[in-house]
């Protein structure tokens, strides 16, 4: 009788928790059989490593082959546990040396002839193997993923055997990173928006302090134009944040690549989308949304057109920056730290005001009544982008040019570091007490926000909104303290209300 035991990796969200492999041959009728609540995917492994090993011209064993995934209440799901089952029997065989396997993890998926696949999911396994001291041997196709965790100590293979005389001392994986040049994310020019002055100087503040961001005016105005060109104005992402999204996009549908891996996310979901299909699930759940566009720009265009159902799913993410998705048997976790920018019409027609108009008022107040008080009252900033001069349109060398996307960046960047410098983090995330101690206002500056919370009927989280997009306008000025200014201009951003607009 032998015993072998490999390690790997399972999914969980965004985790990825060791599995212990355990293979037992024994004697009896020949036969193989895998516990430890594997899914029907990984129990078709057996049909696939008998097959790859078979034909890799290694002997499998005509005898009780049982193989454990440990810990047995974990679910196990997808071909990542091809390579270590194959090698589990391999080491329980004495075909291949078991000591070799004790600091070493393995994932990947095998074919028929032995060559290995690609799999799900490999940025948080590597992210978790570099915390557990093992090496991780990979799929030469997961590569890409391999060179963005460089505490990491990974290999690569394309097959079976390579990996086997790796273990056998008789080969090297050597693991040649491929050389990732200077990103060039392209994103929309800002100087291609003529006008809105406001709208632009909106923008700027929201990109400065991370601010959420309501566009409403007629169609044609530019609201669409605007908010894709938010992502152009926001300083690039940092290492640890493009690994945290490239790691949602390792375990959802769309797979990664190194195509602009540091560019920001800009999710634009159609307003049909469901709620699972928004904040994720399914089984096992995926990422939706709002975790692909993790620190980046969530963008829903014709908000009110949104079922009211998938709108209240976002009001705890978008405090909390992560969803949680329950099964009975288990709970899985997605980070969800987006910048929210919605943008819809005044009415249902568009064109509220205009002659062309025929909107009764009932029509009016039930259309803007599909977005609920609760999630209003998360929206930082509510801008009104009135349509634009027809003179506007028209070219003319003597119009001075609009400023550019870099040039607007330049002041986002310096205000995004004082605001580094002062509390470690972006304006949007102070809590209640770095408001008290980074937000203070002088006792006539009290009484007008007062005042306009009052008069405009608004909470204590818009309160303290309003207190965060004011302290973002200051660093933009390069102030240290608040003044009537910044102060009057925060209350504006909330002056629009889609009652009245």
Known sequence: MSIATVYSRALTGIDAPVVTIEVHISNGLPSLSIVGLAEMAVKESKDRVRSALINSQFNFPQQRVTINLAPADLPKEGGRFDLPIALGILAASEQIPVASL?????????????????????????????????????????????????????????????ICAYLSGQKKLEFEPPILGKQQNEYPDLADVKGQANARR??????????????????????????????????????????????????????????????RPFRSPHHTASAVAMVGGGSPPRPGEISLAHNGILFLDEL????????????????????????AAFQSEFPARFQLVAAMNPCPCGYLGQSRCHCTEDQVRRYRARISGPLMDRIDMLIEVPPVAKSMLRPSENRTQEESSAKVQQRVLLARNRQIER????????????????CQLSESNYQLLEQAISRLGLSARAYHRILRVA???????????????HLSEAIGYRRLDTRNT
């Open 304 to 327: 009110p057109e949104f079922d009211r159902k998938v709108l209240e799913v976002l009001r705890e993410p978008i405090e909390s920056g992560k969803i949680t998705i329950s099964r």
């Open 471 to 485: 302290r973002t306008i200051a660093d933009l000025a390069n102030s240290e303290h608040i003044e009537t200014i």
């Open 202 to 263: 909106a923008l700027e503040v929201a990109a400065a302090g991370n601010h959420s961001l309501l566009l409403t005016g007629p169609p044609g105005t530019g609201k669409t134009m605007l908010a894709s060109r938010l992502p152009g104005i926001m300083p690039e992402m940092e290492q640890s944040e493009a690994v945290e999204s490239a790691a949602v996009l390792s375990i959802s549908r769309t797979g990664f690549t190194c195509d602009n891996w540091r560019q």
């Open 102 to 162: 004790y600091d070493k993890e393995f994932i990947g998926e095998l074919g028929l002839a032995g060559e290995l696949r690609s799999v799900r999911g490999v940025l948080p396994t590597l992210i978790a193997v570099s915390k557990s001291g093992r090496q991780l041997v990979l799929p030469e196709a997961n590569r890409d993923e391999a060179v963005l965790i460089n505490d990491a100590d990974s290999r690569v293979a394309s097959h079976l055997l390579d």
């Open 423 to 438: 509390a470690g983090k972006v304006n949007y995330l102070l809590d209640n007490k770095e408001l008290e101690e980074y």
